[in-house]
């Protein structure tokens, strides 16, 4: 016997077997007698000399079966005297099986002496409502007691729609009067004759966990009526077959069964009995080697009920009943106390503190508990798999009427190492169910808000590890894509509130359908601003073409299609667009961006190719980029996944490469490629080992063709600058960068995605984020908006100490042509303009002001005459006020040689003639009269109080020799002036 705590639990008797509970009493026999206890030592004594072998707690009273089977009938009432047989009258030789209790009554069939056969009997334990209800005949002789796995005091029955459940030649409908017993059918028609290992009822259905040869262990329902039992797919694209389900229970008039699934391995399951209602009810550990067995009973502490059944008069008081009644009181069993153990109320808060635990696997990792569980605890010991399970929302735990609670924890009991654990089922608080939008109820996609917590990276982890990733919006609410009812239920299992955003949700409907219609080559459907796969890959080839001493483009390799044809597409080569001027030598410091590597986020590729042509385009015209591709090297892979993308541009939610190896034939196949990164792959939570899961991390890192690409060229484009550890910092002289746009979230995303331990060179790897953000207005931390593993930011810096970035770009990932061409692409080509100028140094530069709005009193001047240049230097532009700021101390001048080539400062003066505020304008007349005819490229950079130089800009400055005619019209030959005017 068992309170659920150490001390509370003890033998009752030396010996003996446990036949069941009534009465809130346990009741077994010993040495030939009856016993009974109430969980006290003196509340446990013998109560008859006959022994019984069955319990049931029935309207009438305790009632016993006082003879095994195949003897003269009898039943045994108790009373204070020891109790009395009850007859059933008749010429009844026998009882022929006992066959289920169902709202306080007992069924039962019973052989006539004079035809041999059975008939059906019903029972509440009195003389007066002891009754058959058929006529003896075959069909009643081949029922047998239908009891799998619930094994409940009492053994209550299972019935819905005025049956309940029996075994026959297979399975048989029982009428609840007797009037028919019907063998299921399964949908085909044929008979459902299954070996059933679990049932439960729950609301109006059956479920089983049934093993038939055609299928293996599924899970089943039925409402016992005609034609009303079918195999139930509980997870449509996860296991068609022998699912082995497993701990199935009721709870809280819903169904949980531990059940296998591609996408979440086995976990805890829950349904109403419909499709819509049917999800995952929490992930305890993610992917798919999760919770590998299932060995554990679990019982839910129900509500406490009058104990008449509802609707259904008490039987206190009945004429000829030989013991006596129970009370006709109103008084719940929740408020009763049970004799030597505390009121259910007090019991109720006492367990109250694990309630907000799913515990369904022998598997311990950490024990909860007040005190020292080896003394007397007055909180129950609990196991739990995984921190994340804090979120899960407060459950209702409440005492049971039908068996005292000592009854419920033996029963519930799992053996381990460490003693006897009380394992419950706990239901969802209706507050919580009623708050999630009700109209999450089709097939998805959904754009929803929840409320969370930006502190609880628990919570916000396991979000984004189910819907890939997540915004946060101003006011603290996060905005999620939910792709489809699987995602929906995991993040209900985290007990995630969510409210459907309607207007936004159909807007992305709209775009699906228009998408579905198909998409030509040179255009996307309601998108002309974002090129297809071919126009992206055109473009650049384009790009090198006519610009040759400036680009290169560079076949890295093929995608995974390519690679394996007659998987759905021809697959495509992959392209890096390398820009620089080829005429300069090096070495240069290398920036390094990916575009496209998450298919349906239409915005990043088109940023990437945008960037190129800014670069190429403003190349002689624009000083910035000019300088930028001089000295520098930028390498953009604009559709590291072309692949998947193509499959987005048809309307699909496509996110991962098209690898169908995983989840093979379906729209959730493919490898999350930012997952399958090589620096501490699948570590820590971050990513799914789930194959249909959109954060599917892959069979190993480095299992993808268009991740494999992507690092080596990384391996060869950056230096290795730091160890493979997470401790040791990279030099503060380190050059490179790598920024993976992404979208959506408005958020500048940095190392360590997978802990919360910033990593060695943290401060200037934030202070470079900020940098960036300020530009588009973005926010910018340290790691993820929860937990990531195998991602491109952290190979980056793990492995060659290169600060690596990743950028949501905007607010969804079909974003409007109008938002992208007027705020998503102006802001942040200005980001990345000016990003790449922190390349050289990106540890080090941020830190300082920037210099821009440069301007010339003339952009051309002769040689010897004075030109003034102006420029602010600014040392505030950071998205965040966290970061420091100092005044500006000295701002300096380079003509055509920049510092880091050894170029000569010119020092520049403040406008306002002191150098004493954060933000300064500053100027210099220049001298013109050594410079040589022709274009010069002028450098400004800001110094702040601590002594950090910030990143240059430059601007052009023309100086001539003073000619008019550059012809030679000035020196008076003719000849010269009438072949340039072509006269004759």
């Keep these: 016997m068992t309170d659920g705590t150490r001390t509370g639990t003890r033998p009752l008797t030396t010996g003996g077997a446990l036949i069941g509970a009534a009465d809130d009493n346990v009741y077994f026999h010993q040495a030939g007698a009856?016993?009974?206890?109430?969980?006290?030592?003196?509340?446990?004594?013998?109560?008859?000399?006959?022994?019984?072998?069955?319990?049931?707690?029935?309207?009438?009273?305790?009632?016993?079966?006082?003879?095994?089977?195949?003897?003269?009938?009898?039943?045994?009432?108790?009373?204070?005297?020891?109790?009395?047989?009850?007859?059933?009258?008749?010429?009844?030789?026998?009882?022929?099986?006992?066959?289920?209790?169902?709202?306080?009554?007992?069924?039962?069939?019973?052989?006539?002496?004079?035809?041999?056969?059975?008939?059906?009997?019903?029972?509440?334990?009195?003389?007066?409502?002891?009754?058959?209800?058929?006529?003896?005949?075959?069909?009643?002789?081949?029922?047998?007691?239908?009891?799998?796995?619930?094994?409940?005091?009492?053994?209550?029955?299972?019935?819905?729609?005025?049956?309940?459940?029996?075994?026959?030649?297979?399975?048989?409908?029982?009428?609840?009067?007797?009037?028919?017993?019907?063998?299921?059918?399964?949908?085909?028609?044929?008979?459902?004759?299954?070996?059933?290992?679990?049932?439960?009822?729950?609301?109006?259905?059956?479920?089983?966990?049934a093993d038939r040869e055609d299928v293996g262990w599924e899970l089943w329902i039925t409402d016992l009526l005609a034609g009303g039992t079918e195999l139930f797919d509980y997870s449509p694209?996860?296991?068609?077959?022998?699912?082995?389900?497993?701990?199935?229970?009721?709870?809280?008039?819903?169904?949980?069964?531990?059940?296998?699934?591609?996408?979440?391995?086995?976990?805890?399951?829950?349904?109403?009995?419909?499709?819509?209602?049917?999800?995952?009810?929490?992930?305890?550990?993610?992917?798919?080697?999760?919770?590998?067995?299932?060995?554990?009973?679990?019982?839910?502490?129900?509500?406490?009920?009058?104990?008449?059944?509802?609707?259904?008069p008490s039987t206190a008081g009945r004429s000829g009943a030989t013991t006596s009644s129970r009370s006709s009181t109103t008084t719940s069993s929740a408020d009763r106390a049970m004799p030597g153990r505390a009121p259910c109320r007090e019991l109720t808060a006492r367990v109250a503190t694990i309630a907000r635990f799913f515990v369904f696997t022998p598997r311990i990792n950490a024990w909860k508990h007040g005190p020292d569980p080896s003394q007397d605890s007055t909180t129950l010991p609990v196991v739990r798999e995984e921190p994340r399970l804090n979120s899960v929302p407060p459950h209702e735990v409440r005492c049971s009427a039908v068996a005292p609670l000592p009854i419920r924890l033996l029963r519930a009991g799992v053996t381990t190492t460490l003693g006897l654990l009380a394992v419950l089922v706990v239901a969802p608080s209706s507050t919580a169910q009623s708050a999630t939008d009700p109209s999450l109820t089709d097939d998805g996609p959904w754009i929803v808000r929840a409320a969370a917590s930006p502190g609880d990276r628990d919570l916000l982890g396991a979000v984004a590890g189910i819907v890939g990733h997540l915004k946060v919006e101003d006011d603290g609410a996060l905005l999620l894509h939910v792709d489809d009812a699987f995602e929906r239920d995991r993040l209900l299992a985290l007990g995630v509130v969510l409210e459907l955003d309607r207007a936004e949700t159909d807007r992305v409907r709209g775009i699906l359908e228009q998408l579905r219609g198909g998409a030509p080559l040179r255009t996307i459907p309601g998108f002309s601003c974002y090129r297809t796969v071919e126009e992206t890959l055109a473009r650049g080839a384009q790009i090198a073409a006519d610009h040759p001493t400036l680009a290169t483009w560079t076949d890295l390799g093929d995608s995974w299609e390519k690679q394996n044809p007659g998987n759905g597409g021809d697959g495509y080569d992959l392209f890096v667009l390398r820009l620089t001027n080829a005429a300069i030598a090096g070495p240069k410091p290398d920036f390094v961006v990916l575009g496209g590597l998450h298919a349906r986020e239409y915005t990043t590729a088109e940023l990437a190719t945008r960037f190129a042509e800014l670069l190429i385009d403003g190349y002689g015209v624009d000083a910035d980029a000019t300088w930028l591709l001089d000295h520098h090297e930028i390498h953009l892979v604009l559709q590291v996944n072309p692949d998947g993308r193509k499959r987005a541009e048809s309307g699909l939610l496509?996110?991962?490469?098209?690898?169908?190896?995983?989840?093979?034939?379906?729209?959730?196949?493919?490898?999350?490629?930012?997952?399958?990164?090589?620096?501490?792959?699948?570590?820590?939570?971050?990513?799914?080992?789930?194959?249909?899961?959109?954060?599917?991390?892959?069979?190993?890192?480095?299992?993808?063709?268009?991740?494999?690409?992507?690092?080596?060229?990384?391996?060869?484009?950056?230096?290795?600058?730091?160890?493979?550890?997470?401790?040791?910092?990279?030099?503060?002289?380190?050059?490179?960068?790598?920024?993976?746009?992404?979208?959506?979230?408005?958020?500048?995303?940095?190392?360590?995605?997978?802990?919360?331990?910033?990593?060695?060179?943290?401060?200037?790897?934030?202070?470079?984020?900020?940098?960036?953000?300020?530009?588009?207005?973005?926010?910018?931390?340290?790691?993820?908006?929860?937990?990531?593993?195998?991602?491109?930011?952290?190979?980056a810096y793990g492995r060659l100490g290169v600060p690596g970035y990743t950028v949501e770009l905007g607010t969804t990932f079909f974003q409007s042509c109008t938002d992208f061409e007027n705020q998503i692409a102006p802001d942040n080509l200005d980001a990345l303009l000016h990003i790449a100028k922190n390349v050289r140094t990106p540890y080090v530069t941020p830190s300082g002001p920037d210099a821009y709005d440069l301007a010339l009193s003339a952009a051309s001047v002769h040689v010897g005459e004075p030109v003034t240049l102006s420029a602010t230097v600014d040392d505030t532009r950071y998205d965040s006020l966290a970061e420091p700021r100092q005044n500006v101390a000295a701002a300096e001048l380079y003509v055509d040689t920049p510092p880091w080539d050894g170029g000569t400062p010119l020092a520049m003066l403040p406008g306002d003639g002191l150098f004493d505020a954060t933000i300064e304008g500053v100027e210099l007349e220049l001298d013109t009269s050594a410079l040589a005819p022709g274009q010069h490229i002028l450098f400004v950079r800001g110094q702040d109080a601590d002594g950090n130089f910030g990143a240059p800009s430059a601007i052009f400055l023309d100086v001539d020799d003073g000619s008019i005619f550059a012809d030679g019209f000035e020196s008076g030959d003719t000849t010269s002036w009438s072949s340039a005017t072509g006269a004759r």
Excluded at 261 to 289: H, N
Excluded at 658 to 684: P, Q, Y
Aim: charged share 20%; aromatic share 12%.
């Design 34 to 209: 009856l016993w009974r206890s109430d969980g006290t030592a003196e509340g446990t004594r013998q109560v008859a000399t006959d022994w019984a072998s069955a319990a049931y707690d029935l309207d009438g009273g305790p009632l016993f079966l006082r003879s095994g089977l195949g003897v003269p009938l009898g039943f045994h009432q108790l009373d204070d005297e020891g109790g009395a047989l009850l007859p059933v009258p008749g010429d009844w030789h026998s009882i022929c099986e006992i066959l289920s209790q169902i709202d306080g009554l007992l069924y039962f069939t019973a052989r006539s002496a004079e035809t041999s056969s059975c008939a059906l009997w019903r029972t509440d334990g009195t003389l007066q409502q002891t009754v058959a209800l058929s006529e003896p005949g075959e069909a009643w002789d081949d029922l047998w007691q239908f009891q799998y796995w619930i094994d409940k005091p009492g053994r209550i029955g299972l019935s819905v729609n005025g049956r309940f459940l029996m075994g026959c030649n297979g399975l048989c409908a029982v009428a609840l009067d007797g009037s028919a017993v019907e063998p299921l059918v399964d949908q085909t028609g044929e008979p459902f004759a299954p070996n059933v290992e679990g049932s439960i009822q729950t609301g109006s259905h059956v479920f089983l966990a």
């Design 237 to 312: 694209g996860g296991y068609s077959s022998d699912s082995w389900i497993a701990a199935l229970v009721s709870a809280g008039g819903r169904a949980y069964f531990a059940a296998p699934d591609a996408r979440f391995g086995r976990e805890l399951w829950t349904s109403d009995g419909t499709r819509s209602g049917t999800r995952l009810a929490v992930e305890s550990k993610p992917g798919i080697d999760s919770f590998s067995s299932y060995s554990t009973y679990a019982y839910q502490l129900s509500e406490g009920a009058s104990s008449s059944s509802p609707g259904r």
């Design 654 to 795: 496509w996110r991962k490469n098209a690898n169908n190896d995983h989840c093979g034939n379906t729209n959730d196949r493919g490898i999350d490629l930012n997952r399958n990164f090589d620096f501490e792959w699948g570590c820590c939570g971050g990513s799914s080992g789930s194959a249909c899961s959109t954060s599917f991390r892959g069979p190993s890192a480095r299992s993808e063709p268009e991740a494999i690409v992507v690092m080596d060229y990384m391996d060869g484009v950056f230096p290795d600058q730091r160890p493979d550890d997470q401790v040791t910092a990279a030099p503060l002289d380190s050059e490179g960068l790598f920024i993976d746009l992404h979208s959506f979230g408005e958020v500048v995303l940095s190392s360590w995605g997978f802990t919360t331990t910033p990593p060695p060179n943290g401060q200037g790897i934030l202070t470079l984020a900020r940098k960036y953000a300020y530009f588009p207005d973005y926010f910018a931390q340290l790691g993820s908006l929860g937990t990531v593993d195998g991602a491109t930011k952290d190979y």
